[in-house]
């Protein structure tokens, strides 16, 4: 099967080639860094590597405290619209610093464990992200906080199973790992649309909406099924994560 690359139409054919040399295919890509993010990053990338001395270490230890403060910043927030708002500048602000560093690492041939182990940062740091997020919904939204609570233990689930991988990046089986990995097959548009939906990336764009609608229907249950779905779907996915760790340990 043809690999599919991010593209742009205006995209030269050195453009394309590199893209094939530091992007990832559409088979091993999350929905919104290959519709969105990587089709502009590679440009940003290729600016960087051409006109500064910047490296993928600096690009992704920025990341890293940005991606530390940033829990923080939304703590201290005093409105729901900031709330919103602010999280998904910031949250896909990480995530197109965390696009750039490796294509930046690949265009500049230096790829690091250092660079790796900063990246794997954010395993421990978006969790926590998230979880002040939910917190704050539940304090403006007047949700009970028992909501908080059960996304606390999802939490400490996904941290259980960062700590897992975490283990993997640098254990003997990496290469093994790799090649599972490699297996992965192309899945349809649709498939990418829920996944994308059912992921935190997507929760952050979703939230304005679902906001906009029970304001507009005077109906504030939207939230609150939203957050019991995403609930349900995590721990779900968490099992089955765990149950892949597990396998992987034997």
Not at 4 to 16: C, H, M, Q, R, V
Not at 21 to 40: D, G, H, N, S
Not at 122 to 128: A, D, G, I, K
Not at 198 to 220: D, M, V
């Amino acid at each position: 099967m043809k690999k599919i690359y991010p593209s742009l139409f205006f995209d030269s054919k050195k453009t394309k080639n590199l893209r094939i040399e530091i992007q990832k295919p559409k088979a091993k890509e999350e929905f919104i860094a290959f519709y969105i993010l990587r089709p502009i990053s590679i440009y940003f990338s290729t600016f960087i590597v051409k006109n500064t001395s910047i490296t993928a270490n600096q690009i992704t230890s920025f990341m890293a405290f940005l991606s530390f403060v940033s829990p923080f910043i939304l703590l201290f927030l005093n409105s729901i619209l900031n709330l919103i708002f602010l999280a998904i500048i910031l949250f896909y602000f990480i995530y197109f610093l965390d696009v750039i560093d490796g294509e930046v690492a690949r265009l500049r041939k230096k790829t690091s464990q250092k660079g790796e182990f900063l990246d794997f940062l954010l395993w421990f740091t978006l969790p926590l992200f998230f979880l002040i997020y939910i917190y704050k919904i539940s304090v403006f939204r007047e949700i009970s906080l028992i909501y908080f609570i059960l996304f606390l233990i999802t939490t400490f689930t996904e941290l259980f199973v960062g700590i897992s991988d975490f283990y993997k990046l640098f254990s003997k089986n990496k290469e093994k790992d790799k090649n599972i990995n490699q297996e992965i097959k192309d899945k349809n548009f649709l498939f990418h649309i829920i996944k994308f939906m059912l992921s935190k990336g997507g929760f952050y764009l979703l939230l304005p909406l679902i906001f906009i609608l029970e304001n507009i229907f005077n109906f504030y249950y939207f939230m609150k099924i939203y957050l019991i779905f995403l609930l349900i779907i995590y721990n779900i996915y968490s099992f089955f994560k765990f149950k892949n760790v597990i396998s992987y340990l034997k």
